[in-house]
């Protein structure tokens, strides 16, 4: 398959033909297939990272719900601190403001902007590979692209992981609280390079297992919503077209986020949990460590705590990110 055909099947599929006026639509086809791999790959980078940025924006809050839920712990004989994400939220904004909700959220939207960047970029070029050398059926190559780029990411974004986590979780006004770059020399002055790669076999098996069920959803919801109400509707309006396009795509974005969180859950409490531990003597050996523990603690559930906080952002946050993104990808197409 033409690289540049592959490539835009992830950043954009179809869009651009219900977007633009016939003639346009024509040229702008007609532009794509001839540009490079690489000219479609900066365009999924640029995207991606108006698309990141927007996503990080809408969901950090409740990502740091979740955090402070998954990582929460009683002391013996009492009760938790959060009796469910609600509770969570009215506390942290009682101690904190909406401030504290945001708390670490720098590194996180450079990173969210940085890393969907990324991951559509090497989406694009992976799932070319894929299809070009090992695989005819493009479902395979989608799931194969998917994994590889997960483990990518796992080796970039570990670090990041472990700040945010320990910035999200510091929830409470006390004197103890440290700044991002405090906490990222606390902990590789203690741990080394070690310390900011704790939880990475969990990080890379969330995003390996997480990308390939992401995208894959992400396409057969949008393939069949596009088909339903723009295909088949041949007496639209370009306007309505356009609308009903939009609105396709935020919906199958939504579907995907909250289908990468079903998925993904248990493996990013794992994550969650190990990159919480203290630093000195840490709690947890390993990851099957503190799979026992959890388990030992509350059982299968204890691996869904939390989860309530990312199903909610899940549907908004991805449903931003692709609807920005493509809408980026379809000026880049239009114009470059």
């Given at each position: 398959m033409d690289a540049k055909c592959e490539s835009s099947e992830i950043a954009s599929g179809e869009l651009s033909s219900h977007v633009m006026p016939a003639s346009s639509a024509s040229d702008a086809s007609d532009k794509t297939k001839e540009q490079s791999l690489a000219v479609v790959t900066v365009k999924n980078f640029v995207s991606g990272i108006v698309g990141g940025g927007c996503e990080a924006v809408v969901g950090y809050p409740l990502e740091t719900v979740k955090a402070r839920m998954q990582t929460q712990q009683a002391a013996a004989g009492s009760a938790r601190a959060f009796t469910g994400p609600f509770d969570c939220l009215q506390k942290s904004l009682k101690e904190g403001g909406?401030?504290?909700?945001?708390?670490?959220?720098?590194?996180?939207?450079?990173?969210?902007?940085?890393?969907?960047?990324?991951?559509?970029?090497?989406?694009?070029?992976?799932?070319?590979?894929?299809?070009?050398?090992?695989?005819d059926n493009p479902d395979y190559s989608l799931v194969a692209a998917g994994v590889s780029t997960g483990f990518t990411e796992g080796l970039l974004y570990t670090p990041f992981e472990i700040i945010k986590i320990r910035m999200q979780t510091q929830y409470s006004n006390t004197r103890n609280r440290v700044s991002n770059w405090q906490c990222v020399k606390d902990v590789y002055g203690r741990n080394g390079l070690g310390g900011l790669y704790r939880g990475f076999a969990p990080t890379a098996g969330r995003e390996m297992l997480g990308n390939a069920t992401y995208f894959m959803a992400y396409e057969t919801a949008k393939e069949l919503l596009l088909d339903r109400f723009v295909h088949?509707?041949?007496?639209?309006?370009?306007?309505k077209a356009h609308l009903r396009t939009y609105q396709s795509i935020a919906f199958a974005g939504g579907c995907a986020g909250f289908m990468?969180?079903?998925?993904?859950?248990?493996?990013?409490?794992?994550?969650?949990?190990?990159?919480?531990?203290?630093?000195?003597?840490?709690?947890?050996?390993?990851?099957?460590?503190?799979?026992?523990?959890?388990?030992?603690?509350?059982?299968?559930?204890?691996?869904?705590?939390?989860?309530?906080?990312?199903?909610?952002?899940a549907f908004p946050a991805n449903a931003v990110t692709f609807v920005a993104f493509e809408k980026c990808m379809s000026f880049l197409n239009q114009y470059f």
């Open positions: 909406v401030g504290s909700l945001y708390r670490g959220a720098s590194p996180q939207i450079f990173r969210s902007a940085i890393s969907a960047s990324i991951m559509f970029g090497l989406m694009g070029q992976y799932r070319y590979f894929y299809s070009q050398t090992l695989f088949r509707v041949p007496e639209l309006s370009p306007e990468y969180w079903l998925v993904v859950f248990p493996v990013d409490t794992v994550k969650s949990v190990m990159q919480a531990d203290r630093l000195d003597k840490p709690r947890y050996s390993g990851v099957a460590d503190c799979c026992r523990q959890l388990y030992v603690e509350g059982g299968p559930v204890r691996f869904y705590r939390g989860i309530s906080p990312s199903l909610m952002r």
